[in-house]
């Protein structure tokens, strides 16, 4: 194939995909318009969590049960920790120092969290992590000196923040917040220095039932990434400049064919403004969703990662067109 017919087949791929964000993120807004008033960022305080933990002691995330016990650390700190060097990230040990633990589904590794806080900030920065969870991203920042703020949907999940974050050590500002992804309304603009999240893949692990259509996990992927879109806008809108946002994906199967989450996802925060810095695989462990609910003959391959893509809001005037490989302006 000549030069030149390359370069048609390249444009008109780009149109389609173009044309296919276009549509998208078009909906996504009309959406908006027509939908629901997002819910507000409401702070959920030590008290608050101290009143319900003299009601009740467990959290029930998903068809999960988990207790709310102070669990005895045995230590703050990862043993013989190195920074991640390499685009490969691997942790067979997900890493159980202070109060980590594996039991809430989809939790990522404390290492995760650790290498980004520790690369792209320092002590007292703000560090946001919009979709929680059980709170690792915010007890690594309890531990690291660095000011936390986590925000979910689910009010269990930020009980279940509170019980980890309930821990002595040395003077932290970490808040958590009840509340939407998609509307950091308590958030300044430009005012966090790094994000680092970990969303849901669309519905693979559901944290709440079905009809509570404010968590990302409970709609389909359509709906999904276009909630997703709102989410980036608010990220882009939260984050200083030249600063970075990590998000932590995975990809799915449906009939036994690949789809690539990630890569909507990618697009989807390119479009917002943002620049790829990085695109780290991360080798997956001991997982419990039904990737591996696969047994005996099946005609394809397990999916063992996810992606981790750090991407970079510009500098004011910062001239983005010699980064258009790395932002979608092609
Ligand atoms: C993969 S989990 C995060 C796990 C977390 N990194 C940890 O280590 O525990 C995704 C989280 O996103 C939350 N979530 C879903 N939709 C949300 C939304 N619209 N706004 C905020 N959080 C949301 C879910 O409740 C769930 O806790």
Redesign the pocket.
């Known amino acids: 194939m000549s030069y030149v017919n390359v370069s048609i087949s390249l444009s008109f791929c780009k149109y389609i995909l173009l044309n296919q964000f276009l549509r998208l993120i078009s909906e996504a807004v009309n959406m908006q318009i027509e939908s629901e008033v997002l819910m507000p960022m409401t702070l959920i305080t030590k008290e608050d969590y101290l009143e319900f933990m003299s009601n009740k002691k467990y959290v029930t995330i998903g068809n999960l049960t988990i207790p709310l016990e102070k669990k005895h650390i045995q230590k703050l700190e990862p043993d013989n920790y190195k920074i991640e060097s390499t685009t490969i990230w691997s942790f067979p040990d997900r890493g159980y120092w202070s109060t980590h633990k594996g039991d ?1 589904r ?3 590794s404390p290492y995760i969290p650790r290498n980004l806080i520790m690369r792209y900030t320092k002590a007292g920065d703000i560090v946001l ?9 915010l007890v690594e920042c309890k531990l690291l000196g660095r000011n936390g703020i986590g ?4 009010y269990d ?1 930020v009980m279940l923040a509170q019980n980890r974050l309930d821990f002595e050590y040395k003077d932290s500002n970490v808040n958590t917040y009840h ?4 509307n950091l309304d308590k958030i300044e603009d430009e005012s966090i220095d790094l994000i680092a999240t ?3 893949y669309a519905g693979i ?1 559901q ?2 039932n079905r009809k509570n259509r ?4 409970s709609l389909s992927i359509k709906e999904y990434l276009q909630e997703m879109y709102k989410v980036s806008q608010e990220s882009f809108r939260v984050l200083k400049k030249g600063k970075y946002c990590a998000i932590l994906i995975g990809d799915t199967r449906r009939h036994k064919h690949y789809i690539p989450i990630t890569h909507n996802i990618m697009h989807i925060f390119l479009e917002a403004g943002f620049i790829l810095k990085e695109y780290i695989i991360k080798v997956q462990h001991n997982m419990k969703t039904t990737r591996e609910i696969w047994k005996g003959n099946y005609d394809f391959y397990k999916i063992a990662h996810e992606h981790l893509l750090v991407f970079r809001k510009p500098e004011s005037g910062e001239k983005v067109r010699r980064l258009a490989y790395s932002s979608d302006l092609l």
């Open positions: 809430y989809g939790n990522w992590d919009q979709m929680m969870g059980s709170g690792t991203t925000v979910d949907i689910n999940a509340g939407d992804a998609r970990h969303p849901p692990i944290y709440s404010a968590d990302l996990s």
